[in-house]
Each structure stands twice: as C-alpha cells, then as structure tokens.
C-alpha cells in the first residue's frame, strides 16, 4: 500500500491551530515539552484509537525525530487528511526558536 502524505514545518504549525496535532511520543517526552494544543497518544497506544479520529479533520502527526509518525501515517490508511512534522519535536524545538527571534 502506498500512501501519500505532506511534510510540514513548524511555521505551518503555528499558522494552521484548526488541525488536531498528536503527539506520537511517551508521557514522559510529552511532559517535557510538546507543542501547545497537542494530544498525547502514544505510540504505542496510537493503532487503538484510530477509530475515534474523524477523516475529515485534518491532522499533524509528530514525535521525536518522525519515524513514528511515518508509521503512524501508514496505520491510518487511505481516507484521512494526515500530515507529519518534518525532523519531529526536535527539529520543531530549534525551528520555533529562529522564529521568535
């Protein structure tokens, strides 16, 4: 199955707040710093709750660095409007702070 999905940046992020951004990684990473607005779902945890997501609303996927966020994307399958973090929360991190100052 091949599956297409767009790769957004952290100015995407902060200029479209309508999207549901899910954070992919532990409660423990998320507790030390996550975008704000984001849902914690766990990897782990994320093939479980793929039924409550609607396929109309779009959402940004992101983790650590994206590996899991790739995988998530794949698990969704076609029909939903998915996007991921490009470079994860760490290049997130970096990014946000180039544009704030």
């Not at 710093?33 to 782990?44: K, L, R």
């Amino acid at each position: 199955m091949n599956i297409n999905f767009v790769q957004v940046d952290s100015k995407y992020i902060k200029t479209h707040r309508e999207e549901m951004v899910i954070d992919l990684r532990d409660a423990d990473e998320y507790r030390s710093g996550h975008i704000e607005g984001a849902v914690n779902i766990p990897f782990s945890e994320f093939k479980s709750h793929i039924h409550t997501f609607n396929k109309n609303t779009p959402m940004v996927l992101y983790c650590e660095r994206g590996g899991r966020s790739f995988a998530a994307a794949r698990m969704l399958g076609y029909g939903y409007n998915v996007k991921i973090l490009r470079g994860g929360y760490n290049r997130y991190k970096y990014e946000i702070n180039d544009l704030t100052e």
